[in-house]
């Protein structure tokens, strides 16, 4: 790696960050989508590891038996409100970082290594999570669930982002880490 081909690291946040960040999250998607269309959801049968918060809940709703038409309408509201809950209720996550990651991240910060989060959770979701788990200002930008369709998908925009704002060159060195299968395939 050339001094002036800066690396950049991208970071998924359940499983890899942190753990066991509790029910909060699954709660605020069921709530919300309760609050926005009146039907009843869970999200227990959903293996939701390694998933986007968007298709969580448009799984939610097919199984309480929503068209395809009406999720579409009702997911703006649904992940607006999901997010609003959220940033309200999460509690302190200080305790819920993976071990090793925070001396790791303090380490890559202290280097001027350019970090960023992709990850299945919404915009605040996300944001809230690393903020109350106390490592948030460790990252420069993210790449969240509404933004595409997959993983790779946000990681493609993460890149473009980190690019288009001047941190990496086209021989910078790239790395993404998570704990699913899902962040594999996206990397
Ligand atoms: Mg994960």
New binding site residues.
């Given amino acids: 790696m050339a001094a002036d081909d800066p690396p950049l690291l991208l970071f ?5 960050l942190m753990r066991k960040s509790g029910p909060h999250h699954r709660e605020v998607l069921v709530e919300a989508t309760r609050s926005v269309t009146g039907l009843l959801t869970t999200t227990e049968q959903i293996p939701v ?2 998933m986007l918060d968007r298709d969580i809940i448009a799984w939610m709703l097919r199984d309480a038996g929503a068209s395809a038409s009406r999720i579409k309408t009702a997911m703006p509201e649904i992940v607006e409100k999901a997010q609003r809950l959220y940033t309200r209720r999460c509690p302190d996550l200080r305790s819920k970082v993976c071990p090793g990651v925070r001396m790791a991240l303090h380490r890559m910060t202290r280097r001027s290594i350019r970090k960023g989060l992709v ?2 959770n919404l915009t605040r979701i996300g944001w809230k999570k690393v903020d109350r788990a106390g490592i948030g200002h460790h990252f420069v930008f993210g790449a969240f669930a509404q933004e595409g369709h997959n993983r790779a998908a946000l990681v493609r925009i993460a890149i473009a982002r980190a690019r288009s704002n001047g941190w990496i060159t086209r021989h910078s060195p790239i790395a993404l880490f ?3 299968e ?2 594999i395939l996206a990397a």
Avoid: A, P, S, Y
């Fill in positions: 998924d946040i359940d499983g890899t590891q390694g990850t299945g998570g704990d699913h899902n962040d």
